[in-house]
């Protein structure tokens, strides 16, 4: 399913970070949030989890533990709890800066955006099981092209030590060779048909190819972009400081099929996440409660945000429901 793809089209040549998202598979856009509003937009992370009755207090390290937070995996991805619909991701997401650097990659600035959520990663934690690395890509491997452009909104500083993205830089470049060498039978991913999981027979292929992980570091409001054939994976802080970052997709609104376009206007009412490519294929599950680590459905997540978002003319075109 091929698709138009501006920033690939006319590359080399931007004089800016376009170019380096094409020829490394990734990018970092610098203050795309201003500095202080970034940590604001954290604060108000912090404050969501402080929210829930589960006895979190931010500066009590005893209680960064798992009995006093909301369900999350890998160390602090939170999903349920109608988390991608909070009103300080959506404020996140109507950001002119992010909204701009959307525009550029794609030619447009009539964009839609993916329901995603983010992580909050507090440092220091004994409580969590290593679940891998799982490195892989967020597009199906019967697509060519450049399809989707992942954002990562970074919300803390985000030096060598502290949890962020890792990339493998390059191999969205090689990505479709690969497939196109070993073949496309088989098939990793855990449910949404843009994701594939590699193992490490198929990485070192790309290693020997002279592809290396790269530690993406970041500032508070600074947009990391990525082509989605790009391989990647996060890791968690191993310094001092806590991660808090949110995942932005944006895409052209004229990609977006009637068809899809009526399931996202179900999750927006529902308030139900949905995976990166916001424009097809969209991935959602109904609304189940979250399972805490007794076993038992977390009696908190009701799948409504704490806090709704506003259904500002910005928020309804950026779901897709209003037309520009
Ligand atoms: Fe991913």
Not at 59 to 87: A, I, Q, R
Not at 230 to 246: A, L, Q, W
Not at 263 to 289: D, I, K, L
């Amino acid at each position: 399913m091929p698709i138009a793809v501006p920033v690939e089209k006319a590359s080399p040549g931007f004089g800016d970070w376009r170019d380096e998202l094409v020829t490394k598979g990734y990018t970092v856009v610098k203050g795309a949030v201003p500095r202080e509003r970034a940590l604001e937009y954290r604060d108000r992370a912090f404050q969501w989890l402080e929210g829930f009755p589960l006895g979190f207090d931010r500066n009590d390290v005893s209680t960064w533990k798992n009995e006093h937070l909301p369900v999350h995996v890998k160390g602090g991805m939170f999903h349920g709890y109608g988390f991608c619909h909070e009103e300080f991701l959506w404020d996140l997401r109507c950001e002119d800066g992010i909204i701009d650097a959307f525009a550029k990659v794609w030619g447009t600035d009539e964009l839609i955006t993916s329901f995603d959520g983010g992580s909050i990663m507090l440092p220091k934690r004994t409580d969590v099981k290593d679940g891998g690395k799982w490195e892989h890509m967020d597009q199906s491997l019967h697509r060519r092209g450049f399809y989707c452009c992942q954002g990562l909104v970074n919300l803390n500083d985000c030096g060598p030590e502290d949890g962020g993205l890792m990339v493998l830089e390059g191999s969205n470049k090689l990505v479709e060779e690969h497939f196109d060498i070993h073949g496309r039978e088989s098939y990793k991913t855990w449910g949404p048909f843009d994701w594939y999981g590699f193992t490490e027979e198929q990485q070192q292929w790309f290693y020997d190819r002279g592809c290396k992980w790269t530690k993406v570091c970041a500032e508070p409001g600074d947009l990391i972009l990525w082509d989605s054939r790009t391989m990647h994976y996060n890791v968690r802080p191993s310094g001092e400081r806590d991660r808090v970052c949110t995942y932005i997709c944006m895409a052209p609104a004229s990609l977006l099929s009637d068809e899809d376009r009526i399931q996202r206007a179900e999750c927006f009412a529902n308030y139900r996440g949905t995976t990166h490519v916001p424009f097809a294929a969209v991935f959602s599950r109904a609304h189940e409660p979250v399972v805490r680590h007794d076993g038992k459905p977390c009696p908190h997540d009701t799948g409504v945000p704490r806090n709704l978002p506003k259904k500002s003319l910005k928020v309804l075109r950026l779901v897709g429901i209003e037309p520009y």
